[in-house]
């Protein structure tokens, strides 16, 4: 079975940091590209980073570029997003995604999510 | 990329169809076939229903249909099902490496 499974979020203070990684089973991981999605509870999809399945290509939406760092550790079959300077607005629900085999493909595996608190 | 337009919200009731669209630009929708969209239901994650434009992937009701047309993409959801109802949003490739933008996302609800 094609899995994708995330874990690392917790409740930290602003300023802070945090690593989320996200486990995959099921399917050859360094073949993929592979995003990562966030969701502020009660609002819509926001598309945080996407890298390619070397890791060499990263893409981050403006709102996290210079704080978040998304790498992959393809002996791992692991993606992670260290997370740092959090801010109130990085509160969300973090889901990790399985792309296609191209730059342009869809997300088609999600992950349950994993919920990132930012609060003093 | 700009963000991509959706309606807030799209009602029908039990056996009708209802179609909702994503208004992009020339750079995005207009220019690829990479067009995606996913149903959410509360508390749950996402998952893809339509891919590059109008494929369905293994598994999704034929009752989902999509096409698009100029700047705009559209969904259909045919013979409309309590299960429907969830949150709908698109997604279009917009050439090299720029980043993926959703659409705000449109509530489907089944009256």
């Known amino acids: 079975e094609v899995q994708v499974v995330e874990s690392g979020g917790d ?31 009660g609002k819509g999809l926001e598309h945080v980073s996407r890298i390619n399945s070397e890791g060499s290509i990263i893409t981050y939406a403006d709102s996290v ?32 995604g399985r792309g296609g085999v191209y730059n342009y493909g869809s997300i088609d595996v999600w992950g349950q999510g994993t919920l990132v608190t930012v609060s003093s | 990329q700009s963000a991509l337009t959706q309606p807030a919200s799209v009602s029908g009731s039990p056996g009708q169809s209802i179609t909702i669209s994503c208004t992009g630009t020339s750079s995005d929708i207009g220019n690829y076939k990479y067009v995606s969209w996913y149903q959410q239901h ?16 293994s598994g999704v009701s034929s009752r989902f249909s999509a096409s698009k047309s100029g700047n705009t993409a559209s969904l259909t959801i045919s013979g409309l099902q309590a299960e429907d109802d969830a949150d709908y949003y698109c997604t279009s490739y917009a050439g090299g490496f720029v980043p993926f933008v959703f659409g705000a996302g449109t509530k489907v609800t089944v009256l």
């Not at chain 1, 393809?74 to 990085?90: C, F, H, I, P």
């Not at chain 2, 509360?42 to 992937?57: C, D, M, Q, T, W």
């Open chain 1, 65 to 96: 570029k210079g704080r978040f760092t998304v790498s992959r550790d393809n002996a791992k079959d692991t993606l992670y997003v260290q997370m740092n300077s959090l801010r109130a607005e990085d509160t969300a629900v973090y889901y990790c």
């Open chain 1, 11 to 41: 409740s930290v203070q602003p300023g802070g940091s945090l690593r989320l990684s996200c486990t995959t089973s099921g399917f050859m991981f360094s073949n993929f590209w592979m995003h990562w999605t966030r969701q502020v509870p």
């Open chain 2, 42 to 57: 509360p508390g749950k994650a996402p998952k893809l229903i339509i891919y590059e434009v109008s494929n369905r992937p």
